[in-house]
């Protein structure tokens, strides 16, 4: 055998050009820093990165003391240098690694080896061993919804100035490569990367202000034009060759869902006006890109009428044509296609609500698909159908799956503001209904009696509150922008905090006053999608939607609605309550009794998984978590939140963003074809996860909720204080003002335990349920669990994602932290826990899933880690240091002032980890 081409071999070869794609930009970057700053300044970061690896490897104490003299005898200015340096390094690092998983996937497709899981090719594989043929796959795709949803939130830490030059950096590594080159050409290419590295380092980290919702708006609208344009015709193409689709085209079984500019939960800058303007920038954006692939198939098809038998249809587009030129006379395509781009031209322009030009606008996609397929329908005529497999067939299939509107634009509101505003306009309508005071029995009665009539209950002559008067317009501003870009522009409105069946009426209410819920049709335009969060909520799921379907009112509403119902499940605020393995459970629970009522109920149930990027907020792989869904929650309905800086992770790359969405379609498709994969293979394993659950609940809310001063501790062992004042997002870190748990909001919560390195939310709880299973149940106990995890996705797939969050925690650095803590007695009453829990947990997990160290069984990511740690601890050493300065210069101010430089660093810091953990919110 040719050593050299054995697939160890290969992995070797392809790990060495990883080290050295990290060699290379960290020596760049060195010799920026050498050259820009000095080399004392080189020298100190090289030191420092030393003694922290010193330290990392065996809790060195002599080396934390020599650290800590040398951050100690920094200026504020040289201490935010070792920040920057130390943040570029750890980001250059992922960049690397993001490379290489592009290398090694492209080596795999080239060498021609069997399809990986989660690829397309490998899902319809599995579809096919299972008894799905082509028939049975074209049924599943024209039936199917599939959506990753964007939102914003306060974990997409970096500027897009610097994701620009990022996303430059790894065009070039591609390039070397992938391209033969000369010397001159290698040359050029490393002094890009030169200039590129000089340009990120004299680049400011930080945003000067905070960012508003259309900025959010314009950063998601920058992943369309980086991949989403590009890549989603391409895999609907892929899908319809693999399934043999002839005749009709697939519709839009996969769309990319948003609600940047819809979302008011919390955020009180989003607003009618800007819901009204992030829908107009979406169009925009979508008809801006028709236009532009318009311009080039005319600049592509050059077919002379005298060389090809064009159909009738094509002739009279042509004549049509505004463009007069005599040299494009006998070219009829290229005639036809000014007409098309003219009625864009008009389209757009009567969306922006101008005057209609002399060419005719487009009323609808479909008028602007028919001419396209007249486009088509003449190449295929003369035989120059492979013509209309390339740009002409992605843009049909564009605009079949982005319409006017981009994507489907979703609104959420907490159902505390909307029943405020209901309880307002029954006083106003009905004086003494005293709503807020009645039961929930007379809460539906009331709710269900205004819903049976069409009768307003807005009077436009009254009056109301600043807050009443702000929700109301939203609901107006959404059924203007249905009479102008049609019903697709808002399919679904979301209640936060969903607690009873009155929650969802109470927003059937508000419909119905803006012309959207319609009793006497009956008519309902939007999808009613209730969110239920806490553990409670969660618990009470099944028994809410038991209680809506009996409502034959709400019925015959959502008949109208193809007989689906959307449910939302909430992954961060019940992790933030109960605590990561009682959040798994109930989550999983939830859905098993739902799957009943909707089945029981002829409904067809679409899950709206709220995850978040960390495990601490149901992050983790995809792939996985889908076939994780118990038998009959996936039923190829599915939508799942993107947040924070996993969207630019995913989909800042457009190879890297088509193989995440082909995660999503492969799963999806699997979990179908494959109900049954997350079944428990016995009643004793629900029993024992129920046990551990409840005790896990226990643990987790003694520390958190009653532990006296649990809540002082964490906001001083923590950057909670400094995330708030961060320009990273639009949205408040609480929901309202104070220290509380209830209060923060699960994003921050997560976040501030990640940059601490205690990753608290994704684990704790766990070692302390084992305990008291083995206590009571012996070996027995333990040899259980073991099966669980070697037979149950369910069980595997929540101890492999705390493999991923205990591998990233580190407790040598996180008691650094806990020495912020001012009050020595209430440090030690609960760091000593935390660290002992962490040590429980990693010894059980390992037992149970038969490790010898944490991440054996993900190799890859225990080498991301590996290579990313020299930059990534550092980093939280010099935080430390920061935090503890800030806070001695608050003290000693009287005033609690900060240098305006050392806020900036603690800020820079904060960046830094947050990019280089990747999913830390």
Same mark, same amino acid.
């Given at each position: ?53 010193? &330290? ?197 079984? *996969? ?45 592509? *098809? ?76 003449? *190449? ?91 929700? /109301? ?37 508000? /419909? ?202 964490? !906001? ?27 209060? *923060? ?20 709880? &766990? ?15 333990? !040899? ?7 037979? !149950? ?37 609960? &760091? ?90």
């Amino acid at each position: 055998m040719d050593i050299a081409h054995t697939p160890k071999h290969r992995t070797e070869m392809m790990d060495e050009a990883l080290r050295e794609d990290i060699r290379l930009l960290g020596r760049i970057l060195g010799e920026t820093i050498r050259s820009i700053e000095g080399v004392a300044v080189y020298e100190r970061i090289e030191t420092i990165r030393q003694l922290a690896v010193r &330290f990392h490897r065996n809790q060195d104490q002599a080396a934390q003391a020599e650290l800590e003299d040398i951050l100690a005898g920094l200026s504020d200015g040289e201490i935010n240098k070792v920040t920057r340096a130390f943040g570029y390094f750890s980001i250059l690092a992922n960049i690397a690694e993001d490379h290489h998983h592009t290398r090694r996937w492209r080596a795999h497709q080239v060498a021609g080896s069997p399809p990986r899981e989660g690829s397309l090719a490998a899902g319809l594989a599995l579809a096919r061993a299972v008894g799905f043929d082509n028939e049975a796959l074209q049924a599943f795709f024209r039936s199917a919804y599939i959506a990753p949803v964007l939102t914003a939130h306060p974990t997409e830490v970096q500027r897009r100035s610097i994701l620009n030059s990022l996303d430059e950096i790894k065009r070039l590594l591609n390039r070397r490569d992938r391209a033969e080159e000369t010397a001159d050409e290698r040359g050029e290419m490393d002094q890009g990367l030169r200039m590129l590295v000089l340009t990120l380092w004299q680049t400011r980290t930080l945003r000067t202000s905070k960012l508003s919702v259309l900025d959010e708006v314009e950063n998601a609208l920058s992943y369309f034009s980086a991949t989403f344009f590009a890549e989603v015709p391409k895999l609907y193409a892929a899908v319809a060759r693999a399934i043999g689709v002839s005749g009709a085209p697939l519709p839009a079984f *996969l769309e990319i869902g948003t609600w940047i500019g819809g979302d008011r939960d919390g955020n009180p800058f989003v607003d009618a006006t800007v819901l009204t303007e992030t829908l107009a920038r979406q169009a925009q954006r979508a008809i801006g890109f028709y236009i532009g692939q318009v311009g080039q198939l005319r600049s592509e *098809l050059s077919i002379a009428a005298l060389l090809a038998d064009v159909t009738p249809e094509l002739l009279l587009l042509a004549a049509a044509s505004p463009d007069r030129s005599d040299h494009r006379a006998d070219e009829p395509y290229r005639l036809a296609l000014a007409t098309i781009e003219a009625r864009l031209v008009a389209t757009q322009a009567v969306l922006k609500g101008g005057a209609a030009a002399a060419m005719a606008p487009y009323a609808a996609p479909e008028a602007f698909i028919a001419d396209l397929t007249v486009i088509e329908s003449s *190449l295929l005529n003369h035989g120059a159908g492979l013509l209309a497999q390339g740009r002409l067939g992605n843009l049909l299939r564009a605009v079949r799956v982005f319409g006017w509107t981009l994507a489907p634009l979703d609104l959420r509101q907490n159902a505390a503001v909307h029943e405020q505003t209901v309880a307002e306009l029954l006083e106003r309508a009905h004086p003494g209904t005293g709503y807020l005071q009645q039961t929930e029995a007379g809460r539906c009665a009331i709710l269900l009696h205004e819903l049976a009539t069409s009768r307003p209950l807005v009077s436009r002559h009254m009056t109301y509150s600043a807050e009443t008067t702000k929700e /109301l317009a939203i609901f107006d501003a959404a059924r203007a922008a249905h009479l102008r870009y049609g019903q697709r522009a808002i399919r679904t409105m979301i209640i936060s905090k969903t607690d009873d069946v009155s929650d969802l009426l109470e927003l059937a209410i508000l /419909l119905k006053e803006a012309g959207l819920l319609r009793p006497d049709e009956p008519a309902l335009d939007v999808n009613i999608v209730p969110l239920f969060e806490t553990i409670d909520d969660l618990r009470a799921a099944a028994r809410i939607m038991e209680a809506l379907f009996s409502q034959p009112l709400y019925r015959a509403l959502l008949a109208r609605r193809d007989e689906t119902q959307e449910v939302m499940l909430g992954y961060s605020d019940s992790n933030k309550d109960g605590g990561f393995l009682t959040s798994g459970w109930e989550l999983y629970r939830a859905e098993v009794g739902l799957v009943e009522v909707f089945a029981r109920h002829g409904v067809r149930l679409r899950l709206f998984h709220g995850r978040g990027g960390s495990v601490g907020r149901g992050g983790g792989p995809s792939y996985q978590a889908i076939l994780a869904q118990p038998k009959g929650a996936v039923q190829g309905q599915i939508r799942l939140t993107e947040q924070g800086e996993v969207i630019a992770a995913k989909y800042g790359n457009a190879e890297v963003g088509r193989r995440n969405l082909e995660v999503m379609v492969a799963a999806s498709l699997v979990a179908t074809a494959e109900p049954g994969l997350a079944e428990p293979l016995s009643p004793r394993f629900v029993n024992a996860i129920s046990e551990l659950s409840d005790a896990a609940y226990a643990a987790y809310r003694d520390l958190v909720y009653e532990t006296p001063g649990f809540e002082d501790y964490f !906001w001083q062992s923590t950057v909670i204080a400094e995330i708030a004042s961060l320009n990273l997002g639009s949205r408040p870190a609480s929901r309202a003002k104070g220290r509380s748990i209830e209060d *923060l909001r699960a994003i921050p919560w997560v976040f501030s335990w990640a940059q601490c390195r205690v990753m608290l939310p994704g684990w704790y709880g &766990f070692g302390s349920a084992v305990d008291a299973m083995v206590a009571k149940h012996g070996e027995r106990g333990m !040899w259980l669990l073991q099966s669980m995890f070697q037979d !149950w996705p369910v069980f595997s797939t929540l101890l492999l994602n705390m493999d991923m969050v205990l591998a990233k925690a580190d407790m040598g650095i996180a008691v650094r932290y806990a020495a912020l803590v001012e009050d020595d007695a209430l440090r030690e009453r609960i &760091f000593p826990r935390i660290k002992a829990e962490y040590e429980r947990t990693c010894a059980h997990l390992l037992t149970i899933t038969g490790q010898r160290a944490l991440l054996d069984r993900n190799p890859l990511l225990r080498r991301s880690i590996t290579n990313r740690f020299p930059y990534l601890d550092p980093l939280n050493h010099v935080q430390v240091a920061m935090l503890q300065r800030c806070r001695d210069q608050a003290a000693s101010d009287g005033q609690g002032e900060v240098s305006e430089r050392l806020r900036r660093g603690v800020h820079i810091s904060i960046n830094s980890i947050a990019a280089a953990l990747r999913n830390s919110g």
